[in-house]
Each structure stands twice: as structure tokens, then as C-alpha cells.
């Protein structure tokens, strides 16, 4: 009886935080609700360089990560640079389409909210502006050689707006 109850004790212990980081979620996405929809991705079959959709967080607050229109899951994806913009193909989420002319920013870091890195430039990350917000978007290549040119890439594409 009394290993039952422990079993039960922990399982209520469980799912109590599991019901607790629901609402929190949830809460998030109430508070986020005036963020709009974002724009359409253009029609591609374009395919660019592979690694993992990490999330938006709101610029410069790496752990305020946003809850709407899909922008807080993480992905397997692939980034594909284009003169239109950005567009991350991402397996089992919407893909997220950030148009050229909203780029503001691109670097490279160690961690964005859900995903810290050993190496200090294992995510590159864009800033860019939607609704009157500036957001930062979090990926990580899946080889660590892709890191530069893609940086490069971003760079020389917001450079030239």
C-alpha cells in the first residue's frame, strides 16, 4: 500500500506540472494574440539548407519566446535564402516565411529560448520586424560548416534592400 501510494503521489506530483506548463503556454498565447497572422510563403520547391527551426523569441529577450501562429515550435527543417526573403520548410509545423524587406539582422549565438549550444555559434540567428514587433528567429544547420554561408547569405541579401 504504501509504494502505491508513492507511485500516486508522483504521478500527481506529474501531472500537476505538466497541467502547470499547459496554462503557462497557453497564457503566453492569450497575452501574444494581437501579433498578426504572418505573411503567405511564396509557392517554392526550392529546398535550402538543413538543421532544426529552434523558435521566435521577442529581439533581444532570448527566453521570451512566442507562443502564436506556430512560431514557438521546434522543427526539423531547411532554410532557403531567396531574393523574397526567408523561408523555413519545417516537418510537422507551418512553414515560416519572412519577406526580405522585414530582415533588420543576422548573427550568430549560443542559445535561443528551447535550445543552447557548447559552441558560441552553433544558431544563426535573424532579426527581423512584423507588426510593429522585432523578433529574433533561431536555427541551427545541421552541419556546422553551413553556419558561415548561410550567415553570409542572409547578410548579403538584407544588404542589398
Same mark, same amino acid.
Not at 516565411?97 to 530582415?103: M, Q, S, V
Given at each position: 500500500? $504504501?509504494?502505491?501510494?508513492?507511485?500516486?503521489?508522483?504521478?500527481?506530483?506529474?501531472?500537476?506540472?505538466?497541467?502547470?506548463?499547459?496554462?503557462?503556454?497557453?497564457? $503566453?498565447?492569450?497575452?501574444?494574440?494581437?501579433?498578426? +497572422?504572418? +505573411?503567405?510563403? +511564396?509557392?517554392?520547391?526550392? $529546398?535550402? &539548407? %538543413?538543421?532544426?527551426? &529552434?523558435?521566435? *523569441?521577442?529581439?533581444?529577450?532570448?527566453?521570451?519566446?512566442?507562443? #502564436?501562429?506556430?512560431?514557438?515550435?521546434?522543427?526539423a527543417?531547411?532554410?532557403? /535564402?531567396?531574393?523574397?526573403?526567408?523561408?523555413?520548410?519545417?516537418?510537422?509545423?507551418a512553414? &515560416?516565411?519572412?519577406?526580405?524587406?522585414? =530582415?533588420?539582422?543576422?548573427? *550568430?549565438?549560443?542559445?535561443?529560448?528551447?535550445?543552447?549550444?557548447a559552441?558560441?555559434?552553433? =544558431? #544563426? /540567428?535573424?532579426?527581423?520586424?512584423?507588426?510593429? $514587433? %522585432?523578433?529574433?528567429?533561431?536555427?541551427? +544547420?545541421?552541419?556546422?560548416?553551413?553556419?558561415?554561408?548561410?550567415?553570409?547569405?542572409?547578410?548579403? =541579401?538584407?544588404?542589398?534592400?
Open positions: 500500500m $504504501r509504494a502505491f501510494l508513492g507511485v500516486l503521489g508522483t504521478l500527481l506530483v506529474l501531472a500537476a506540472g505538466y497541467f502547470g506548463m499547459y496554462r503557462g503556454w497557453r497564457n $503566453r498565447q492569450s497575452r501574444q494574440a494581437d501579433l498578426a +497572422p504572418l +505573411p503567405t510563403a +511564396p509557392e517554392t520547391t526550392m $529546398r535550402g &539548407v %538543413e538543421g532544426v527551426y &529552434v523558435a521566435t *523569441t521577442s529581439a533581444g529577450d532570448w527566453m521570451d519566446r512566442i507562443a #502564436v501562429h506556430e512560431l514557438g515550435v521546434r522543427a527543417a531547411d532554410l532557403a /535564402v531567396s531574393e523574397a526573403g526567408l523561408i523555413f520548410h519545417r516537418q510537422g509545423a512553414d &515560416v516565411f519572412i519577406p526580405a524587406d522585414h =530582415l533588420t539582422g543576422v548573427r *550568430t549565438d549560443r542559445g535561443i529560448a528551447g535550445k543552447v549550444t559552441e558560441k555559434s552553433g =544558431l #544563426v /540567428v535573424v532579426t527581423w520586424t512584423h507588426d510593429g $514587433r %522585432e523578433l529574433d528567429t533561431g536555427f541551427r +544547420p545541421r552541419r556546422k560548416a553551413d553556419t558561415a554561408a548561410l550567415t553570409a547569405s542572409i547578410s548579403t =541579401l538584407i544588404g542589398a534592400l
